[in-house]
């Protein structure tokens, strides 16, 4: 399972639960995120975190698995597909993206603004303490939120939540352009593979141009799509997605 930005492992918990009795679930948290180090000088980059989660497999010997990912974790999961395409079995997907689209919500692209986005991300905590409550359609308790936000409690902690925007890639001069355009190129050998597709309608960054760029590439996955839910999938739809994954992954 492969979390994105700017959650962590924290996300998968209530899918581990309903899985653990029947399956071996393996939730990291990338580099920077979640309870992983933080190093204030490194590459927080889309090659990087993929190169990070092979090396994790490799060192665990896993010789097959599914995958489970979720925003920048569909990025880097399917990056690792591509570097061990024959261990890879099934796919759940949900709202994340692996491919180029030419959109960015404007709150976002705020935020990769240099100097002012430092300011946002890492001072005020604007990305992730606002997600606890823009991402979700019904409203996380505290104690969750407290969940999410714990690793990300001070400037220094807020590293990889500021890289991982600032990596977002928007022209063909970043290196995170070509290596997304490598990892979309090879989304076509992947059309003999089980997938599911769980989304919330109502995500304002991965929304419906999205879905519909999975159901084409996809045509053959099982699509769950859920008009009243948000980016935090898991959290809005955990008693309806969760069970529908269980039986998917059995």
Known sequence: MIHGNPTWSFYYRNLIKSLEPNHRCLALDNMGCGLSDKPQAYDYTLKQHIENVVAWIKELELESFDLVVHDWGGAIGMGVAQALPERVKKFVILNTAAFYMDKIPKRIAVCKIPILGDLIIRGLNGFAGPATRM???????????????????????????????????????????????????????????????GWGLKDFCFDEVFLEKWKALFPEAKVLAYPKSGHYILEDEKDTLIPEIRRFLS
Do not use: C
């Open 135 to 197: 991402a979700v359609s019904r409203p996380l308790t505290k104690e969750v939120k407290n969940g999410y936000l714990l690793p990300y409690n001070n400037w220094n902690n807020r590293i990889a939540t500021l890289r991982f925007v600032q990596d977002i890639p928007t022209n063909p001069s970043q290196k995170t352009f070509q290596v997304l355009g490598e990892i979309e190129s090879f989304l076509l050998s992947l059309k003999e593979h089980s997938m599911l597709i």
